[in-house]
């Protein structure tokens, strides 16, 4: 009897464990890098988790970098690489109120690299190993978001997973900095 009351309490403490434990909800998507006849510089990224698509376009004859962040065909975010700088910059503005709300920097570490995004939106680290495409966007130093190549495909796919309540088109924008930062 005794063993069945102390059995009991267990699981009653075990299961409001488990029950107690906060859930973190995943967001995944597709980033596919577009075609040569873009420069490479175009994205299609499909939610594998909701109905929201977004894509990127760019404008090509242009000194600099510019890229647009669409959501749902609307512009959410503009992106523009600052060329005179030291380091690899790049501006974030806000579609909808037309304001720079922050930046994207590329750090220089003796081994490895670093990146760090800071603004109204708060700071984040991305960091990993980039020539392997697997990295992780971190935020007070949790992990928010992580991306990853995926091999045997014709044209450069990624595969991101964000945690929690994080802007969806800002960690989906870091990720393409980051290709840009990488590749060109």
Same mark, same amino acid.
């Given at each position: 009897?005794?063993?069945?009351?102390?059995?009991?309490?267990?699981?009653?403490?075990?299961?409001?464990?488990?029950?107690?434990?906060?859930?973190?909800?995943?967001?995944? =998507?597709?980033?596919?890098?577009?075609?040569?006849?873009?420069?490479?510089? *175009? =994205?299609?990224? %499909? *939610?594998?988790?909701?109905?929201?698509?977004?894509?990127?376009?760019?404008?090509?004859?242009?000194?600099?970098?510019?890229?647009?962040?669409?959501?749902?065909? %609307?512009?959410?975010?503009?992106?523009?690489?600052?060329?005179?700088?030291?380091?690899?910059?790049?501006?974030?503005?806000?579609?909808?109120?037309?304001?720079?709300?922050?930046?994207? %920097?590329?750090?220089?570490?003796?081994?490895?690299?670093?990146?760090?995004?800071?603004?109204?939106?708060?700071?984040?680290?991305?960091?990993?190993?980039?020539?392997?495409?697997? =990295?992780?966007?971190?935020?007070?130093?949790?992990?928010?978001?992580?991306?990853?190549?995926?091999?045997?495909?014709?044209?450069?796919?990624?595969?991101?997973?964000? =945690?929690?309540?994080?802007?969806?088109?800002?960690?989906?924008?870091?990720?393409?900095?980051?290709?840009?930062?990488?590749?060109?």
């Amino acid at each position: 009897m005794k063993f069945t009351i102390i059995a009991f309490i267990t699981f009653g403490l075990l299961l409001a464990f488990v029950q107690c434990r906060s859930r973190v909800a995943v967001t995944k =998507y597709e980033i596919k890098q577009g075609s040569i006849f873009t420069g490479g510089r *175009s =994205y299609d990224i %499909k *939610s594998k988790t909701n109905n929201i698509r977004f894509s990127t376009e760019n404008e090509l004859f242009r000194i600099g970098k510019k890229l647009t962040l669409l959501e749902n065909g %609307k512009p959410r975010y503009f992106v523009t690489h600052k060329l005179l700088n030291l380091w690899s910059t790049w501006s974030i503005t806000d579609a909808i109120t037309g304001r720079e709300v922050g930046q994207i %920097k590329n750090k220089f570490k003796v081994i490895g690299a670093k990146i760090h995004a800071e603004g109204d939106f708060g700071k984040y680290v991305i960091k990993g190993e980039f020539g392997k495409h697997t =990295y992780k966007i971190s935020k007070n130093h949790h992990k928010v978001a992580q991306i990853h190549k995926d091999r045997f495909h014709l044209h450069d796919t990624y595969g991101l997973k964000v =945690y929690g309540n994080e802007d969806q088109a800002l960690m989906i924008l870091f990720a393409i900095v980051v290709d840009e930062i990488r590749q060109h």
